[in-house]
């Protein structure tokens, strides 16, 4: 049986999504009066937007909850302007790409010790993005995981290769 073809990346769409969540931010940055410049990317099947600039702390908050709110705000700006539901990403004085690093050596570490022990490893709760960073993670190292719990609990739970 053939596997259907992967559906076609529309990078104009994801460009103009990236364009209208810019002007977005730039909006919300210009009311709070921060300073930032913003950049924009496509990466896999979705847009990218980047707020870079001195003290932004403020806008990410404590474990990233005020970074995760501006996002939801945003793929709801793109909602509103395109009709179509977005998947784009929010990043803010590299907050994300930091918490990458630190995510996919978690879901490694987790799958070393799975590998070792051949016992099932629950992890902290996370937000949809961690837990993503972490299922990738584990299957690099050609393991399983799935998400338990109710969110905001919701988890990454690592299983031993079957």
Do not use: C, W
Not at 41 to 50: H, L, N, P, Q
Not at 77 to 103: N, P
């Amino acid at each position: 049986m053939a596997e259907a073809p992967e559906p076609e990346i529309d990078i104009e769409a994801l460009e103009n999504e990236g364009d209208i969540a810019a002007d977005y931010i730039e909006g919300l940055l210009d009311i709070a009066d921060f300073d930032g410049d913003i950049d924009m990317d496509v990466e896999g099947d979705r847009a990218m937007v980047s707020v870079v600039g001195a003290t932004l702390d403020e806008l990410i908050g404590d474990q990233g909850e005020v970074l995760e709110a501006l996002q939801e705000l945003t793929r709801l700006a793109v909602h509103r302007v395109t009709g179509e539901r977005s998947k784009l990403m929010l990043d803010i004085g590299g907050y994300r790409e930091e918490r990458r690093r630190v995510l996919t050596r978690i879901g490694a570490d987790a799958a070393e010790k799975v590998n070792k022990t051949g016992e099932i490893q629950p992890l902290e709760p996370m937000t949809p993005f961690e837990r993503k960073v972490v299922h990738d993670a584990v299957a690099a190292a050609g393991l399983r995981s799935e998400s338990e719990g109710e969110e905001p609990h919701r988890y990454v739970v690592v299983h031993p290769a079957d």
